[in-house]
């Protein structure tokens, strides 16, 4: 008699296991990932779920291997971060500000035992920013940005995806947010530019963005608070691209509309703005005032040295990684806005 394989057998019945998890989660309508976790007792699965899967196991005869799952749950500490972008711009990873909050998210979760699993995602499907989730990979998202598809993140943080966004809060918010207060920092922004005696500030940034148009919000707040009206012709869509500031004031150039201030809705923008500017012979702060949004580490260094809303990176970071940790473990957690500052230089 031939000896048995046991590699093969062993194989066999994984495939078995395999095929038995796909059967459930068919009939129940859910992923594999939710059949597992549900059948392990995961307060990630509501009880009505947990109840029909555990019933359609138990009529299939499949039953779940607690020691080998034990084991995967234990050695799984990491945490998917995604940065989504616009399929159009394809706005690089290499922007400062990416970097630096990258940068700081995986300070944090170094600090206490986790992995960063990166990845990026096309801004008209977040929906697919859940799939590091869904497949086990991950025990949580953290989501810098939150585009145009708040109803995306609706129905993720609706199906107990343990998911925390960088943006900012919005009416009917079912997912947790953490952000800087970004109004206050438009408004803070276009204020000193008035207080310093300028009159026609224009606005660079895209206020189709939830972020971008708190900010804008800011903005026609501080020019209401001294008199000033709104002029359409000051405010440009601009894209955080390295042409995005040189675009925008292109484009102001283009519309023949007076300016003496800007207000540029991130650092890049403003310092692409400069950059053109000095091109084209116009002078910084004498012509043209400038605001940036960020306070990147570049802002300090650059000539001249860049007056910006400075974002808390450092605590931002920070603030995601225990949102995400108290959303896994089922804890109440509440969107976190942080302050922002005005940080004067040479440029306003």
């Known amino acids: 008699m031939a000896p048995k394989n046991r590699k093969a057998d062993s194989v066999s019945s994984a495939e078995q296991q395999r095929m038995q998890m796909a059967d459930v989660a068919r009939l129940a309508g859910v992923s594999t990932s939710t059949v597992s976790r549900a059948l392990s007792g995961s307060p990630l699965v509501n009880d009505e779920t947990r109840h029909r899967i555990s019933e359609l196991a138990r009529s299939l005869g499949y039953t779940v291997n607690i020691s080998a799952q034990n084991l995967r749950l234990k050695q799984n500490r990491t945490v ?20 630096s909050m990258l940068g700081s998210i995986a300070d944090s979760l170094t600090d206490r035992g986790f992995d960063m699993l990166l990845s990026r995602v096309d801004s008209e499907q977040l ?6 989730f869904d497949t086990g990979r991950a025990i949580g998202i953290i989501l810098i940005g939150q585009w145009r598809h708040h109803d995306q993140l609706n129905q993720m943080a609706a199906r107990k995806v343990p998911i925390v966004v960088w943006g900012a809060q919005l009416p009917q918010q079912l997912y947790v947010t953490i952000g800087s207060d ?11 530019l008035v207080n310093i005696g300028r009159k026609d500030i224009a606005f660079f940034g895209d206020i189709q963005l939830p972020e971008v148009a708190q900010r804008y919000e800011g903005y026609c707040r501080a020019l209401s608070k001294h008199g000033i009206r709104v002029n359409p012709q000051l405010v440009v ?6 042409t995005g500031g040189s675009q925008a004031v292109s484009e102001l150039q283009h519309r023949q509309v007076r ?43 650059f ?8 974002q808390p990176i450092q605590i931002a970071g920070q603030a995601l990684v225990e949102a995400l940790l108290a959303v896994i473990e ?7 806005l942080l302050t922002a500052e005005l940080i004067v230089r040479s440029t306003a």
């Open 127 to 132: 929906y697919s920013a859940s799939q590091a």
């Open 80 to 99: 998917a971060v995604v940065v989504p972008y616009d399929g159009k711009t394809r706005q690089h990873l290499s922007d400062p500000f990416f970097l």
């Open 259 to 301: 300016f003496d201030a800007l207000f540029a809705c991130s650092d890049l923008l403003a310092t692409t703005a400069i950059n053109f500017l000095r091109e084209q012979k116009i002078s910084v702060p004498q012509d043209v005032a400038v605001v940036g949004f960020d306070d990147i580490e570049l802002a300090r260094y």
């Open 182 to 192: 970004n109004v206050s920092g438009g408004f803070m922004a276009t204020d000193h």
């Open 303 to 310: 000539h001249p040295p860049l007056t910006t809303i400075r």
């Open 330 to 336: 089922g804890k109440r957690s509440t969107p976190g």
């Open 237 to 242: 869509p601009a894209s955080f691209l390295e």
